[in-house]
Nanobody, 116 residues
Framework: QAQLVESGGGLVQFGGSLRLSCAASGFTFSWYTMNWYRQAPGKEREFVATIGSSDGSTNYRDSVKGRFTISRDNTKNTVYLQMNSLKPEDTAVYYC?????????WGQGTQVTVAS
């Protein structure tokens, strides 16, 4: 059974850093594009970052470019999101998502709160 478990969230001050991890199990991790999404209270879930399965290509939403870095370790079946220069508007529940054609797996999320 496919499972994604996020960790690393918490409370951080404005300008601080956090590193989120998402550990995968129950499927062939290296075959999947891995993504981070987030959902703030009262808002829709939104895309944050993605990393390809084969070439490791990355893409980010504009508001996090230059501050967030997505990476993956296929030997550990884990995807990471390094978040620097955090802002209050980054406050949200962060979810990882595994994607390949016709298949999507979601984690349960980890809360990130940035205090001003």
């Amino acid at each position: 059974q496919a499972q994604l478990v996020e960790s690393g969230g918490g409370l951080v001050q404005f300008g601080g850093s956090l590193r989120l991890s998402c550990a995968a199990s129950g499927f062939t991790f290296s075959w999947y594009t891995m993504n981070w999404y987030r959902q703030a209270p009262g808002k829709e879930r939104e895309f944050v970052a993605t990393i390809g399965s084969s070439d490791g290509s990355t893409n980010y939403r504009d508001s996090v470019k230059g501050r967030f870095t997505i990476s993956r370790d296929n030997t550990k079946n884990t995807v990471y999101l390094q978040m620097n220069s955090l802002k209050p508007e980054d406050t949200a529940v962060y979810y990882c998502k595994a994607t390949r054609p016709g298949v999507n797996y979601w984690g349960q999320g980890t809360q990130v709160t940035v205090a001003s």
